[in-house]
């Protein structure tokens, strides 16, 4: 049984730093893309962070990029997300996903397991 378990949201400050991780068991973590997505009350689900399964390809939606950062470790079948600079508008429930579907790494129909989300609150 695949298992993806977030951890590490909370209540920050605007401009403050949060670190999401993402811990996957019951699949073959290394052969894997990875993504994290966000969804805010009353608003689809949209693509945050991608990375390849080796780590070395990263892609960032274009309001997150310069302030967040996508990992991971294949060892510890972790990946991360270090968000810095936050913004009120950052608020959102944070998923992280892994990609079953050869594709454009924003769709979420492509990735087949789903954590169950962690809420991220950026108060101003």
């Known amino acids: 049984q695949v ?7 909370g209540l920050v400050q605007a401009v403050g730093s949060l670190r999401l991780s993402c811990a996957a068991s019951g699949l073959s973590f290394s052969t894997y893309s990875m ?3 966000r969804q805010a009350p009353g608003k689809e689900r949209e693509f945050v962070a991608h ?3 080796s780590g070395k390809t990263i892609y960032y939606a274009d309001s997150v990029k310069g302030r967040f950062t996508i990992s991971r470790d294949n060892a510890k079948n972790t990946v991360y997300l270090q968000m810095n600079s936050l913004k009120p508008e ?15 790494y924003t769709l979420p129909d492509l990735y087949g397991y ?9 108060s101003s």
Do not use: H, N
Not at 90 to 104: E, I, K, L, N, W
Not at 114 to 122: D, F, N, S
């Open 3 to 9: 298992q993806l378990v977030e951890s590490g949201g």
């Open 35 to 37: 993504g994290w997505f």
């Open 51 to 53: 990375i390849k399964f």
């Open 90 to 104: 950052d608020t959102a429930v944070y998923y992280c996903a892994a990609q079953r579907r050869p594709g454009t």
């Open 114 to 122: 789903w954590g169950q989300g962690t809420q991220v609150t950026v």
